[in-house]
């Protein structure tokens, strides 16, 4: 095969890629910034349990269930256009939430937070692909793009304690409002605009056939998770399947779908789609519960607790940074599996930790999360890089939404989990009221906010119910880390190091 010559990247790109890096960052934040914040949040709003799982993933669900329509519309409107009303939603909606008054409303904001989040993710990664035509330049644009949003994800507690700490809960969600007016300002000067001319138009039958595939799936997958498997979960479960299957069929009969189905006939895209699921589910899971753990059972202050979780971001950070400069000389599959074998130590650990371990804690979760560095950055890349440049906004597309929906089931399984096993165990003494018992059986923080009512040592059953929750939660994830583990030494070891005789970047794809 002739050797493909690609036109490299300069300043104006590399400058470019600074600014999709702020974005970028904003929205690992919003993935993370509420698992701090919500101690004081939940006093100041006071949302039931069910709530309170809804306002820390409706964010996530919404966004996997719009990312597939929104990389679609960006190949169909430009993608940069798509960028900028994306980045102005999502500061409006930021100070909507900041403010809101209820739980309700808060749910609804965290939603159209998730819609407005939807435009941003896929034109970043799109326009990374635009911007970067060389193979190994753009390998190394979507590593800094995954460290940034591992970076973002990483800070997200620390920055949420520190402004809860100094202003209020609601401050957290106004860090948009700034990394929006430089988006906006810079995107003219420094992003391509890109539109593909042949992409036809928004099939809107496609679009809701989409979201009827996705939200019920995953709210049946919430409601199983904390009531079990009823008819109701069954029917959802069924209305997601059967519109799933009406959608691909559709996909294969439309000159310009809205997903373009052939991608899964490569076993990179398809097997590295995979990993980043599994590895996101398991690190959306343990991260709610670790940081919950940290004030709930620990006592920390949000500040200290967010202090706490920086070795377990420096891990990450070091490890989506590293991943791809190994990788150019070792298989990337290998570099995954080792890194997803350390998180595998990691879930043991949290395993078997009891209460008063918050060492053991945070560095069981430090060692989570250098697999999941390493995963984010060569997973996206395998996945992108599996595309031809004009299907890059699918392929971006699909790489954000296994990652969200990762993030939000990690969230709500393992969430509701804990929580089943926490109120199936946890008793009540026989001379408290029915109010006061109410509370102590329906979650940690409802049992902390009753302390005054009971003895001490009821309060400390409650939390070492919660905490042997947590082990078994882990013990779940780390099962699953394993499988992902292997698949990456078997199913991925075909992929070369990166740069390695990669002309096209579609070759061993």
Sequence with gaps: MPEVTTRRAGTREWAGLGLL??????????VTVLYLVFPSMAEALDPSATQTLWIMDAYGFFVAG?????????????????????????AAVSVFAAFAPNAELLILARALLGIAGATLMPSTLSLISNMFADVRQRAVAIGIWATMFALGMAAGPV???????????????????????????????????????QAGRLDLASVALSLAAILPVIYAIKHAAAHGLDLSTVILAVIGTVAGVVFVRRQRGLASPLLDVTLFTSRTFSVALAVLLIGLVGVGGTMYLVTQYLQLVEGLTPFAAGLWMGPPALAMFAAAIGAPLIARRVRPGLVMAITLGLSVIGYALLATAGTGDAVTVVTGFACVYLGLGAIAALGTDMVVGAAPASKSGSAAAMSETVQELGIAVGVAVFGSLTTALYTARMTTPADVSPEVGGRLTDSLSGALSVADHVPAQVVREAQRMFTSGVNIASAVAGVAIVAAAVLCLTALRHVRPLGENQHDGTEQR
Excluded at 73 to 86: A, S, T
Excluded at 171 to 187: D, E, H, Y
């Design 21 to 30: 890096a702020l974005p970028t960052v904003l929205l690992g934040l919003d």
């Design 66 to 90: 719009f990312l597939m329509t929104m990389g679609t519309l960006g190949d169909r409107i430009g993608r940069r256009r798509l960028l900028v009303m994306g980045m102005a939603a999502f």
């Design 159 to 197: 920055v949420g304690g520190a402004l809860v700490d100094t202003f209020w809960w609601g401050a957290a969600f106004l860090l948009a409002v700034p990394i929006a007016v430089v988006v906006l300002a810079g995107a003219r000067a420094l992003l391509p605009e890109y539109a593909d001319p």
